[in-house]
């Protein structure tokens, strides 16, 4: 694939980050931006909990549309054509204590403290509440590979960096509390300001009216929590904004050129839009995008904790497939459980597989095309390489590692597929897998088992495999085995509707669950006598 091949592919895409970096190529025609500086994107994020998916789909999308945007230029990540800032709005007052954290007297005893201020609850290294969560979450960044800059919020207040942003806010704030109001409700138009003053006396972030006694000077005046009026600086850390003038200002000071957000936003989108213009800015280009649902279809949130947390699904899944489940139109909803994540995992492989046989047009709407791409896996003008492939399916090894029950291990895994692949190689990616399968059987398929007994006419078609089974060569193919299931569940003796209730009852008799994989497969990898003796265990019961 030539570079002039992909920029021309990549400009006619159909894929959504592709169709996001139009947007970017809309506003700089050149791919570039006037001054010579790098196209800016940003993703936000509050450290006022432990982080989750929600917040780490924000940093794979935009890095999607980051690389998406390179493609169309003709950059690779190495020339500095773009760049990608993490920021942790880490002053932001701590509001209420989350439900899923230790130590929470401790929470409630610092509440409205600027999180990078809050005392750590959780017994580790890290300073602070806001410095253990932005670790947290940077170090399944870092494994993943992203290429960021990480940026906290109290390193740029406390610094200065953000001083003459924030005396344009002082200079602009009639404006921005002419935008402000008429969105609040008459009670907080009494207190609102756009600068919230930290307290020299408590070291809390105040919700209280502020007066601007000199903008250049960077001076407000303020009635503190024990009725004292206060004249200070809102420079160095010394103050923080109310979050839609702090958005708007951050775009303003950073010069963002692009930013998604979850629907939950829009408004705040809306005005902040318009106070970066008042400040003399512009408003990035952005999607909205719909927001994860828990398994009862609840919006995922922080305090709560009834979200995935990133090692829940490194658990039980793949990266690969994390990546792979939030890959698909942002704009609609998903749901976010466990129960996602061995469909992710193989549909994750089958598209891998089918990558390098793909036209050019077609890879550049493959997920697997994206994610390589987002951490680094192949140059923009690199073609990928042949495709890869798993000797089994995820769904495969839980189905072995539940008939396994409570002898399963990774070790009685790998015996088993060495038997089965041959050459008894198994590589880096198959042996994550076994590991998480092991742990997924066991924390959530075993306990959900319950074999039932044959019906008479199942009983004698089980029978039928059984004595096929007992003359079937080890080495038969798990097609031909796949074929010989087949024909058996066709026969007009043993009475089945369809084939699919003839599965139905294998899964149902055998494996004890409602679903299963390929029973060629299963038999192929399991062994015809280790079959033999699920079947007998079953008219046993019958």
């Not at 030539?2 to 006619?12: F, G």
């Not at 959780?122 to 992203?146: I, K, T, Y």
């Not at 020299?200 to 503190?224: C, H, N, Y």
């Not at 890959?327 to 390098?356: C, M, T």
């Amino acid at each position: 694939m030539s570079m002039t091949d992909l920029i021309a592919a990549a400009r006619v895409s159909k894929a959504w980050p592709f169709q996001e970096a139009q947007r970017l190529l809309k506003r700089y025609p050149d791919g570039a931006k006037s001054d010579g500086s790098p196209v800016l994107f940003e993703t936000g994020y509050g450290p006022s909990g432990l982080p989750h998916i929600g917040t780490f789909q924000e940093v794979l999308r935009t890095t999607l549309v980051r690389r998406a945007f390179e493609a169309m230029i003709g950059a690779k990540p190495e020339d500095g054509k773009t760049r990608l800032v993490a920021f942790s709005d880490d002053m932001d007052g701590l509001r209420k204590v989350p439900d899923n954290v230790p130590n929470q007297h401790l929470l409630q005893d610092n509440l409205h403290l600027p999180l990078s201020r809050v005392p750590n609850p959780f017994g580790s290294a890290h300073d602070s509440f806001a410095a253990h969560n932005n670790a947290m979450l940077r170090e399944f960044l870092d494994r993943f590979g992203f290429q960021y800059e990480f940026v906290a919020s109290s390193d740029r207040y406390n610094s200065g960096d953000f001083d003459d942003a924030l005396r344009q806010v002082l200079r602009k704030n009639p404006q921005i509390l002419d935008i402000m109001l008429p969105t609040l409700r008459e009670e907080r138009r009494q207190t609102y300001s756009p600068v919230l003053p930290v307290s020299p006396q408590t070291g809390r972030v105040l919700q209280v009216p502020v007066e601007v006694v000199d903008a250049e000077a960077g001076t407000i005046r303020f009635t503190d929590e024990d009725g004292i009026v206060v004249e200070q600086s809102a420079l160095g850390g010394m103050s923080k904004l109310q979050w839609k003038v702090d958005w708007a200002m951050r775009w303003y000071a950073l010069g963002v050129d692009y930013e998604m957000y979850g629907k939950d936003l829009t408004d705040s989108g809306v005005q902040s839009g318009k106070i970066v213009q008042v400040l003399g800015g512009r408003k990035p280009e952005g999607l909205i995008y719909e927001l994860f649902l828990d398994e009862n279809g609840e919006k995922i949130s922080k305090s709560k904790g009834n979200g995935l947390t990133i090692d829940e699904w490194l658990t039980y899944g793949s990266e690969e497939s994390l990546g792979f489940y939030i890959f698909p139109n942002p704009k609609s909803a998903k749901q976010l459980h466990v129960g996602v994540i061995p469909r992710a995992v193989d549909d994750y492989w089958q598209f891998r597989e089918r990558l390098a046989e793909q036209e050019l047009d077609k890879q550049l709407g493959n997920p697997v095309w994206h994610l390589a791409r987002a951490n680094g896996g192949f140059d923009a003008a690199e073609a990928p390489g042949a495709g890869d492939s798993l000797p089994v399916t995820y769904g495969l090894l839980l189905n072995l590692a539940s008939v396994l029950g409570a002898e399963a291990s990774e070790e009685a895994l790998r015996d088993y597929l060495a038997s089965y692949i041959g050459n008894g190689r198994i590589s880096p990616e198959l042996d994550v897998l076994i590991a998480t399968a092991v742990t997924y059987t066991r924390d959530y398929i075993v306990p959900t088992l319950s074999k039932r007994a044959p019906t008479a006419q199942e009983a004698e078609a089980l029978r039928a495999l059984d004595g096929y089974l007992a003359d079937a060569a080890e080495d038969t193919s798990a097609e031909d085995l796949q074929t010989q299931v087949y024909e058996i569940g066709k026969r007009e003796e043993y009475g089945f509707a369809s084939l699919r209730d003839w599965f139905k009852a294998l899964y149902q008799t055998l494996l004890g669950s409602d679903q299963g994989p390929r029973m060629g497969s299963f038999i192929a990898l399991y062994g015809a006598a280790n079959t033999r003796k699920l079947i007998a265990d079953a008219l046993a019961r019958g």
